[in-house]
């Protein structure tokens, strides 16, 4: 389970990279979100990955390996709001900028060629 | 119970700005008195707070001048912890008054052209203030957002199509870091089991070698994502844009903001890679040094090639960073205490210099020609009077002198503060710590940061030269006292740290060795008790 998150973030990440450095704003948007999917995922994993076991412990005398950790989890959802809001933020100022400028290009002009 | 009161007082330059900030949204713009009243209440307020940490912690109310505010009184590992120590106050001494003069300066013209600006500069206030104030790390991501997403909104402020773009490469730029900023976070929790700067502090020297590894690369992540908003060459490509394209106001608020990166890093590093970290000591501090230095040289030759006044003052902000990560990374208390004045005195000069700007640009083109493109892209129907409020006598004496005085402090010339703060850097550098090596790169640095005052003196003296003397003067421009007072407060603290220059130092002194000596704090942190239940007392 461990190899197909690794590889599916390193994808994710990778993919997100390449479409930031793209001169399109919508490429752009979507590359943060794929990036923002991947660090979610990564912080989550983080957390040691488990299956099908719940996060909280009530008493004292159990053994912690059994239960998920909490935290990252806690942790990923704030991530998750903070990355969702920022990124409309972003998508605002990004039509702004096409009906300002008439170009989707992220310089606000076309680059001569 | 005396005790258990004062230690709220840590939480209110979070709550304040806050509370302030969401008032002000609800209140209509018609009511401009009203709105500017209510900020002018919160930012004197937030100056007013700090002054009282000030007294706390120097008076020893805490132990060793470390106050931990436990919210949820959870003690410390877990729950939110909120830790002032004399460096945290001198940090929101600085946003305040910075604050008050951004304020102050926008009260005449800036606050009128866009919607909820005097809202969002309290977010911003308040994003800063929780900034220096956390003291676990998943809550500095959530203030860094907190004064990122406000500071997105205040570059766009006074809406043109230059400033749209430029924010929305500033805004990838920082959606980029906090990505990166959340890696790091994540590698550091895998590694130490904590969040609590304080903790893992004291975890670090324990860890086994492979946690290390893990530990020291999600630190870096980490130290990319602070130096990115510090300015780092080569990290700092973002920075000239941005602050030139972004209003007065706005560019002398953002220069602190680029400060919070330097105050992150310089409270990490020291806390978790100090003296007592066993193998991890002093991680990173050859990158710094550095970088540091690379900065510098990147800031003077950027200076020397603009001839807008803004970037050369985003130019004098990216060699200010510089000197300030460089100086740091020799990790002594002598070098951060000079450190410290000169952030002090460069952030305050800086910030002078963006609202300056405006006010000599008018020199060359009258006011209204400036604003008329952001009033049309407003809809703004109203143009403000130019006759309207007190003008001051004498404009050109005031812009003169005030260009001066910006100009020296920036640059370090005697007498003014910077001279003394880079003086001071100069003083620890060659004090005679450490081994060869690094007093050899101590001389390298001290070669550097006089070539960029060189630099700086010939740059602004060209921009001196052909505004004030060269340029075809018709009719000296119409300054507002209220437009005036701002930049003169910012300088006339600037001369009261030349005069008070002794006592400002010692404390920094204690700042820096406090700094330096993380076994107090960790210690405070961790064994702050939590306020016993109510039900529980007899």
């Known amino acids: ?113 | 119970m005396m005790a258990s009161l004062s230690s709220h007082l840590i939480v209110l330059p979070i709550l304040l700005p806050m509370v302030c900030g969401a008032l002000l949204i609800f209140l209509s713009d018609r009511n401009f008195p009203l709105k500017l009243g209510v900020s002018f209440f919160s930012a004197g307020g937030l100056f007013a707070i700090a002054l009282s940490l000030l007294y706390l912690t120097e008076n020893n109310h805490w132990p060793g001048g470390v106050g931990v505010y436990l919210a949820a009184n959870w003690m410390a590992p877990f729950g939110i912890t909120l830790v002032v120590d004399r460096l945290a106050v001198v940090m929101l001494l600085l946003t305040a008054l910075l604050g008050l003069g951004a304020l102050w300066y926008s009260s005449v013209r800036w606050g009128r052209v866009g919607v909820h600006y005097f809202a969002l500069c309290q977010f911003l206030l308040m994003g800063l203030n929780g900034a220096f104030l956390t003291g676990d790390l998943f809550n500095l991501f959530v203030f860094f957002e907190v004064t990122l997403a406000a500071s997105y909104g205040l570059v766009l402020h006074g809406y043109n199509p230059n400033r749209i773009r430029a924010g929305m490469q500033y805004i990838v730029v920082n959606l980029l870091c906090s990505s990166l900023f959340l890696v790091g976070v994540a590698l550091i929790y895998a590694a130490s089991g904590t969040l609590n700067m304080a903790d893992i502090a004291a975890r670090t020297p324990d860890l086994s070698p492979a946690d290390r590894q893990l530990m020291q690369t999600g630190t870096a992540i980490l130290a990319v994502a602070f130096l990115a908003k510090s300015a780092i060459w080569p990290l700092s490509f973002w920075l000239p844009t941005t602050y030139s394209a972004a209003s007065p106001p706005v560019a002398a608020m953002l220069v602190l903001v680029t400060k919070v990166g330097i105050y992150a890093v310089l409270r990490l590093w020291t806390l978790t890679f100090s003296e007592g970290a066993g193998e991890s000591a002093h991680f990173g501090a050859q990158l710094l040094l550095w970088g540091g230095a690379v900065t510098v040289a990147f800031g003077l030759v950027g200076m020397f090639a603009s001839q807008e006044p803004g970037r050369m003052a985003s130019y004098s902000a990216i060699v200010s960073s510089g000197t300030l990560l460089a100086t740091i990374s020799f990790g002594h208390a002598a070098a951060t205490s000079a450190a410290l004045f000169y952030l002090l005195s460069s952030t305050l000069a800086v910030a002078a210099f963006m609202l300056l700007i405006e006010l000599i640009e008018r020199i060359r083109n009258p006011a209204a020609a400036m604003l008329a493109l952001t009033m049309e892209a407003f809809a703004i129907e109203d143009e403000p009077q130019e006759s309207a409020g007190v003008a001051i006598p004498a404009p050109m004496v005031f812009l003169g002198l005030g260009f001066v005085g910006c100009a020296m402090i920036i640059v370090g010339l005697p007498p003014l503060s910077g001279f003394i703060a880079k003086f001071n850097i100069f003083h620890a550098l060659l004090a005679g710590h450490g081994d060869e090596a690094l007093r050899a790169s101590g001389w390298l640095l001290i070669g550097l940061i006089l070539l960029s005052g060189l630099a700086g003196i010939i740059a602004l003296m060209r921009f001196g030269v052909r505004t004030f003397w060269a340029a075809p003067i018709a009719k000296a421009p119409r300054l507002q006292a209220m437009e005036a007072a701002p930049i003169f407060m910012l300088l006339l603290v600037c001369v009261l740290f030349t005069v008070q220059a002794g006592p400002l130092k010692r404390y920094l002194d204690r700042t820096a060795a406090s700094l330096h000596d993380p076994q107090h704090y960790i210690e405070q942190v961790l064994t702050r008790p939590a306020v016993p239940n109510p039900g529980d007392l007899p």
């Open chain 1, 1 to 113: 389970m461990e190899a197909v998150l690794a590889i599916s973030i390193g994808i994710l990440f990778g993919s997100g990279v390449w479409l930031v450095l793209r001169p399109r704003t919508f490429q752009v948007i979507t590359g943060l979100l794929m990036l923002s999917y991947a660090v979610n995922m990564f912080i989550f994993v983080m957390g040691r990955a488990k299956i099908n076991q719940a996060p909280i412990t009530l008493t004292e005398d159990i053994d912690p390996a059994l239960y998920a950790d909490p935290l990252p989890q806690a942790l990923v959802l704030t991530a998750i709001v903070i990355g969702f809001a920022s990124t409309a933020l972003y998508l605002v100022v990004l039509l702004a900028s096409r009906g300002l400028t008439g170009t989707d290009h992220v310089d606000g002009k076309e680059s001569t060629e």
